[in-house]
């Protein structure tokens, strides 16, 4: 079946830290990948997503490459800042000839928190 | 300007009760989906709904129904059968097509009292 595995949290780093987030895919075919940032008593935004092997995608400072030889798109970021402070959803669209091609497969999250 | 709005924010139930979470957008998406989400747990799908007047179960549909009237409101009732009720409730959507991005509206806490 289809499954996304994230790192266990919660994570905590001091504001400028190299951040790292590992998550690890099952699936079928060819999925697509997302990254998905939700903060506090709100709803899920999207942060970035890379639709096929090799891409790269980036946004506010952070980026993660689809990586199809390890099933594997880690979240990275240089140097975080306290506003950085939230929970992180890696999530998968499995790939077109799935049934489930339409539903979105999220990881359980990893809190991540950023100390001045 | 365009995004899903979920009322209200915070919901609380009576034994026994059905209570009915809203969730509209603006974005003229075709596909609406309701996820469950529990402390320290990722989203889990209860129904989703791919156009108007049809809609699937999801992971955990018991206890949940659902109807999609209109292209922009997908609302989501609570019944008395489902046991468990207290979580944090997410609508998205997202235009027609296969890895296009779901959206998510802010979210509705259901509370029992």
């Known amino acids: 079946g289809n499954s996304v595995t994230q790192m266990e949290g919660p994570v905590t780093l001091s504001e400028e830290a190299f951040l790292t987030i590992n998550c690890t895919y099952t699936?079928?075919?060819?999925?697509?990948l997302f990254w998905y940032v939700q903060y506090p008593g709100e709803g899920l935004q999207l942060l970035l997503k890379?639709?096929?092997?090799?891409d790269k995608g980036s946004n506010k400072g952070f980026e993660a490459t689809y990586r199809k030889e390890t099933t594997s798109f880690h979240l990275e970021k240089g140097s975080v800042q306290v506003s950085d402070s939230a929970v992180y959803f890696c999530?998968?669209?499995?790939?077109?000839?799935?049934?489930?091609?339409?539903?979105?497969?999220f990881g359980q999250g990893t809190r991540l928190t950023i100390n001045p | 300007d365009g995004g899903i709005t979920q009322s209200p924010k915070y919901l609380f139930r009576k034994e026994g009760q059905n209570v009915t979470l809203s969730c509209e957008q603006n974005?003229?998406?075709?596909?609406m989906y309701w996820y469950r989400q529990d402390p320290g747990q990722g989203l889990r799908l209860i129904y989703y709904?791919?156009?108007?007047?049809?809609?699937q179960k999801g992971d955990i549909a018991e206890g949940y129904s659902v109807s999609r009237e209109k292209k922009e409101s997908f609302p989501l009732t609570v019944t008395s059968a489902q046991k468990n009720p207290t979580a944090f409730y997410l609508c998205?959507?997202?235009?027609?097509?296969?890895?296009?991005?779901?959206?998510f509206g802010p979210g509705t806490r259901l509370l029992v009292l």
């Open positions: 709904s791919q156009i108007v007047n049809d809609f």
């Open positions: 998205a959507s997202k235009e027609q097509g296969l890895f296009e991005t779901q959206y």
């Open positions: 699936a079928t075919g060819y999925p697509s």
């Open positions: 890379a639709t096929k092997a090799d």
């Open positions: 999530a998968l669209y499995p790939g077109s000839g799935d049934q489930g091609a339409q539903k979105l497969v």
């Open positions: 974005l003229n998406h075709d596909a």
